[in-house]
Structure formats: structure tokens, C-alpha cells
Antibody, heavy 124, light 110 residues
Framework: QVQLVQSGPEMQKPGASVRVSCKASGYTFTGYYIHWVRQAPEQGLEWIGWINPENGGLKFAQKFQASVTMTRDTTINTVFMELSRLKSDDTAIYYC?????????????????WGQGTLVTVSA | QSVLTQPPSASGTPGQRVTISCSGSNSNIGSNSVNWYRQFPGTAPELLIYTNNQRHSGVPDRFSGSRSGTSATLTISGLQSDDEADYYCVAWDDSLNAYLFGLGTMVTVL
């Protein structure tokens, strides 16, 4: 079955960077877009962006364009999200999620599988 | 508008029907499909409804969705105690070139 397994919790200081991984299994890794969504403590969901695992194409929400990058390693079926210049309000659970429509349909499909989430804490 | 508008809470007794509204604009709900997610405390969100009114695999038919103009609605019929969760709507916004989530609605079963 489709599974997304994320890396463990991280604690970083303001100004530092953090990289979160999301390992996919149970399907053709390069066949479906992966999105990243975050959730600050006691807050709602916020979309960060997507990556095309086939060609590495990217799209970010405007507020993250200067601070986020996403990469993928097709040899280990893993996508990475790196957030730089961390601030305290970047403290959140970060989720990866797979679109359930094939790559050719574009990145806008519903997210049918989610990682378990990675807590990133930014504190001095 | 950077978020979709949902009521912060909704409640009902077992067996009742609960509706959750999601209000947007022409650039998001008015132009694009709405999906609904449910989130239990301490867990990842899970897909309930996609493309406005399609139930995801395994979702009971007590859950239904609709869209009209710039608003969407999630209806839970025959409310059960294990429906207590947070519910989020989401739609792509053509102006912002981003997905917009609602702020979430906490459903309580009285």
C-alpha cells in the first residue's frame, strides 16, 4: 500500500536551516506529485508547495519562495524539503502528501496519502 | 483573501445532521474543485471528499459534499461519536497560485 514515512523531529535555532525527508513506498515514485503542508501548534493547515518527482519541477507558495527548497532522490524514492533562515513562527508539524492522480494530470489533485508529520521546533 | 472561511465549530447529538460551510471567492472555490479533509488530534489529515462531492475510498456515505458558486458544504448525516475531529476545506486559488485551506471546523458530538 502507499506509504510516506518522514524523518524524525528536529530542533533548530533561529537563523538555521532544517531538512525534512519523506520516503515513499508502495507505488511508482516518479508517477505522482508530492506536496508539503505545515501546521503550527493549535493552528490550521498551510500549503507550502509541490515537487514533481520525475523532473524535479517545483512550485512554492509566495511566502515560502525565499526560504524553501525541495529536492528528490529517485534512487531512494525520497523527497526532501529544506527550510532556511528559520524563525520561531516556523515551529510546526510538516507533512508531505501525495496527489492521487497520475503525474500527467497535473499537481492539483487531492492528497490521498500523507506522511506521519515531522515536528520542527525553532527556539533559541 | 488568503484563507477560506469556515465556522470554528459545529456540534450535534448522535444521529443528527451537521453541515460545515466553506466560503471563498471566484478565484478559488468559484473556479476550482474543493476537497475536504478530516484530522483527529495528533494525526495527519485524511482525505474525505474530493472534487466537490466525490467520497474517497472507504468513506461512509454519511459524508457528502457540495459546491455552489463560491461556497462549498460538507454534510455529516447520522452523526457518530467518532466523527469528533477537525474538518478542513481546501481549493486552489488562481490569483494567488496556491492552495488555500480553510481554518478548520471542530466538530463536537454532544
Amino acid at each position: 500500500q502507499v506509504q510516506l514515512v518522514q524523518s524524525g523531529p528536529e530542533m533548530q535555532k533561529p537563523g538555521a536551516s532544517v531538512r525534512v525527508s519523506c520516503k515513499a513506498s508502495g507505488y511508482t515514485f516518479t508517477g505522482y506529485y508530492i506536496h508539503w503542508v505545515r501546521q503550527a501548534p493549535e493552528q490550521g493547515l498551510e500549503w507550502i508547495g509541490w515537487i514533481n518527482p520525475e523532473n524535479g519541477g517545483l512550485k512554492f507558495a509566495q511566502k515560502f519562495q525565499a526560504s524553501v527548497t525541495m529536492t528528490r532522490d529517485t534512487t531512494i524514492n525520497t523527497v526532501f524539503m529544506e527550510l532556511s533562515r528559520l524563525k520561531s513562527d516556523d515551529t510546526a508539524i510538516y507533512y508531505c502528501a501525495r496527489v492521487n492522480t497520475p503525474l500527467q494530470a497535473g499537481p492539483w489533485g487531492p492528497f490521498d496519502s500523507w506522511g506521519q508529520g515531522t515536528l520542527v521546533t525553532v527556539s533559541a | 483573501q488568503s484563507v477560506l472561511t469556515q465556522p470554528p465549530s459545529a456540534s450535534g447529538t448522535p444521529g443528527q445532521r451537521v453541515t460545515i460551510s466553506c466560503s471563498g471567492s471566484n478565484s478559488n472555490i468559484g473556479s476550482n474543485s474543493v476537497n475536504w479533509y478530516r484530522q483527529f488530534p495528533g494525526t495527519a489529515p485524511e482525505l474525505l471528499i474530493y472534487t466537490n462531492n466525490q467520497r474517497h475510498s472507504g468513506v461512509p456515505d454519511r459524508f457528502s459534499g457540495s459546491r455552489s458558486g463560491t461556497s462549498a458544504t460538507l454534510t455529516i448525516s447520522g452523526l457518530q461519536s467518532d466523527d469528533e475531529a477537525d474538518y478542513y476545506c481546501v481549493a486552489w486559488d488562481d490569483s494567488l497560485n496556491a492552495y488555500l485551506f480553510g481554518l478548520g471546523t471542530m466538530v463536537t458530538v454532544l
